[in-house]
């Protein structure tokens, strides 16, 4: 039984596609323009948002800054401003 690899890659603003090393120079390929995946886009917003929070967290690590003292009540009403915000 004969497989057929397949491989998703993203047309680059000079118009080339990148492919692995293992296709050979000179192989025949087949493009299939697909749909745009908007939860891809979703995710790549998500995982920026998540990095620009990361560089934050870093930045105050390498500062020694020293968060003050939160109780309880004031971390739950922190959350509850944040749920709200996210909605919003």
């Known amino acids: 039984m004969t497989t057929t690899s397949a491989y998703v890659s ?3 603003a000079d118009r ?7 296709v050979p120079v000179g192989a025949k390929v087949a493009v299939v323009l697909l749909p ?4 891809l886009d979703k995710s790549e917003t998500r ?9 934050a967290i870093r930045a105050a690590m ?3 800054f ?3 003292e939160v109780t309880d009540a004031e971390l739950k009403q922190l959350i509850g401003e944040a749920r709200q915000a996210a909605k919003a």
Do not use: G, K, N, Y
């Not at 080339?16 to 293992?22: A, C, N, Q, Y």
């Open 36 to 39: 745009v995946d908007e939860t």
């Open 10 to 12: 993203t047309v680059s």
């Open 62 to 64: 390498d500062s020694h």
């Open 16 to 22: 080339t596609i990148v492919l692995p090393e293992s």
């Open 47 to 55: 995982s920026a948002r998540f990095q620009i929070v990361m560089d």
């Open 66 to 68: 020293a968060a003050r």
